[in-house]
């Protein structure tokens, strides 16, 4: 078939006279083609996983419940295994506890009245309670390791009842003990000391109050005190009061005594410890 010429001019190709394709891909193909190879690709790489998955499968709600249950039941055995917070405290301070003996002169006899103190410096210097060494003929002090020594007051504040004692010879190893800041009502508060002669004993309570006033053993009015309600009695005083970290937060010095015979009847005083490390050059709290 030939070529038609127009009255109008233009030459119209015939249907069996179009230019041979080149078998070239052309762009919009190309892109179709494409997408169904991505497509193609993704459909064979899911089912290799789903085939060759080893995962476990998904959990369901009791299998999840007892997992639960095996940690909680775990932690709750790893916490009851733990040795309690008194136990802790007291010997985490047992190594810096002194138990102190001082001579009181009295007509016919020489009484000794007991007391304690805590080591609060690498040197070995003794906080403890003025009224337990006051005015002694001699003071005796032993450490938790079997050493007894004679020591001295090196430093006294009669305003707040504290002491500094210096041992003529101290422990093999000097373990001071740790200083904390001061309490809040309502917090744990431990004392270690020696009531009535029962060398080395601990008892717990809590912080009743703050800046208390009250007066102590020399007749003297003490201000600032901490107020607590751990049993302490005759032989408790000049020894820590202890936080729950083991560090110490006053120095026991006086009870409340309205019957005045000298025993714990639920409240007893310390002295802070910000004020009566003053004495012995600790750092400030």
């Known amino acids: 078939m030939g070529r038609d010429e127009s009255t109008s001019g233009e030459t119209v190709v015939a249907p069996d006279e179009a230019p041979a394709r080149s078998g070239r891909i052309g762009p919009r193909l190309r892109l179709a083609l494409i997408a169904i190879a991505v497509a193609a690709l993704g459909v064979l790489a899911g089912t290799y996983l789903v085939m060759h998955d080893s995962s476990p499968p998904p959990l369901d709600r009791s299998a999840v419940g007892a997992i639960a249950s095996d940690v909680v039941g775990k932690a709750i055995e790893d916490l009851e295994s733990r040795p309690p917070p008194a ?6 301070i047992l190594p810096s506890l002194v138990e102190i003996e001082a001579r009181q002169p009295r007509a016919g006899a020489g009484d000794v009245r007991l007391g304690a103190g805590v080591i609060v410096n690498r040197s070995g210097a003794i906080l403890t309670a003025l009224h337990v060494v006051d005015r002694a003929d001699g ?3 032993s450490f938790a390791d079997g050493t007894r020594s004679s020591a001295s007051i090196v430093s006294a504040d009669p305003a707040n009842d504290i002491a500094v004692l210096q041992p ?8 001071p003990a740790v200083l904390g800041g001061g309490g809040q009502v309502g917090d744990e508060a431990y004392a270690v000391g020696h009531p009535l002669g029962y060398v080395g004993s601990l008892s717990a309570g809590v912080i009743s109050g703050l800046d ?3 007066e102590g053993e020399n007749g003297m009015r003490l201000r600032g005190l901490i107020q607590f309600d751990t049993a302490v009695n005759p032989g408790s005083s000049g020894g820590p009061l202890l936080n729950r970290a083991g560090q110490v937060i006053g120095i026991v010095t006086a009870l409340a005594n309205p019957s005045r015979d000298g025993y714990f009847i639920g409240i007893g005083f310390a002295v802070p410890i910000g004020t ?5 050059d600790a750092p400030p709290k």
């Open 168 to 175: 003529e010879r101290g422990p093999d190893v000097v373990v």
């Open 212 to 214: 208390r006033s009250a």
């Open 87 to 92: 136990a802790t405290v007291y010997q985490q």
């Open 139 to 141: 003071v005796q002090v």
């Open 276 to 280: 009566a490390g003053g004495a012995a």
